[in-house]
């Protein structure tokens, strides 16, 4: 089955820098990479995704990158505020059946 | 609130007990998941339903597991003689169903076995 690889675990910026978070995936059926955002005491919330016909895709503040090639997915967060702060999970699906999760990214915003 | 809902929020029982979770999914999604999470973990797959069918079942689902979507709506997960190891997070999920369709998820059931 597909294993999704998430890195970092923990990562901490001041209030206004970017923050990256990335994926790697194993199978290379995998065609849809949806973001997920979790916060304390809460289900997790889609923020982007982006589909394996794109390599890029922003919106706002917010912008993921897709390289099929190397199987690897990123999420960049600019201009970073405190409610930013929350556990960030990657997915990879190849059929809308499945969906594999990363291990997550716990992000703090340092006001 | 036109959201994915889960009941109840939180539940805790005896080791051997049984215990049921509800979800009542998006009203126009045809597809409802149920994923675990422990902590420091993302969610894991459980199982799926399209509309009232059970779909596709995980390894991790052992025999004391088992849900059910009647009618195509709301869904159960039924967990008999609960284990310690059984606490967890437990995730409801929803989507439309098909290729790049997303999961939209509830808030989830806090089962703590004592």
């Known amino acids: 089955g597909e294993n999704v690889e998430q890195h970092p675990s923990t990562l901490s910026v001041q209030e206004g820098d970017s923050a990256v978070i990335k994926c790697t995936y194993s199978?290379?059926?995998?065609?849809?990479f949806p973001w997920y955002k979790q916060e304390l005491g809460k289900g997790p919330q889609l923020i982007i995704d982006?589909?394996?016909?794109?390599g890029e895709k922003k919106d706002q503040r917010i912008a993921v990158t897709l390289n099929k090639t190397a199987k690897h997915f990123s999420l960049h967060i600019t201009e970073t505020q405190p409610e930013d702060s929350a556990v960030y999970f990657c997915?990879?699906?190849?059929?809308?059946?499945?969906?594999?999760f990363g291990t997550g990214t716990s992000l703090t915003v340092i006001p | 609130d036109t959201g994915v809902s889960q009941n109840p929020r939180h539940k805790i029982t005896k080791r051997g007990q049984n215990v049921t979770f509800r979800c009542d999914p998006i009203?126009?999604?045809?597809?409802l998941y149920w994923y675990r999470q422990t902590l420091g973990q993302g969610p894991e797959f459980l199982t799926y339903?399209?509309?009232?069918?059970?779909?596709?079942k995980s390894r991790l689902l052992s025999d004391r597991f088992s849900a059910e979507r009647p009618k195509g709506s709301f869904s159960t997960l039924e967990i008999q003689r609960t284990e310690q190891g059984d606490s967890a997070m437990y995730l409801c999920?929803?989507?439309?169903?098909?290729?790049?369709?997303?999961?939209?998820f509830g808030n989830g059931t806090r089962l703590t076995v004592t």
């Open positions: 199978d290379s059926a995998s065609n849809y």
């Open positions: 997915a990879a699906s190849n059929t809308g059946n499945q969906f594999y």
């Open positions: 009203s126009e999604h045809n597809r």
């Open positions: 999920a929803s989507s439309l169903g098909g290729l790049n369709s997303p999961l939209h």
């Open positions: 339903f399209q509309n009232e069918a059970q779909l596709e």
């Open positions: 982006i589909r394996s016909n794109v």
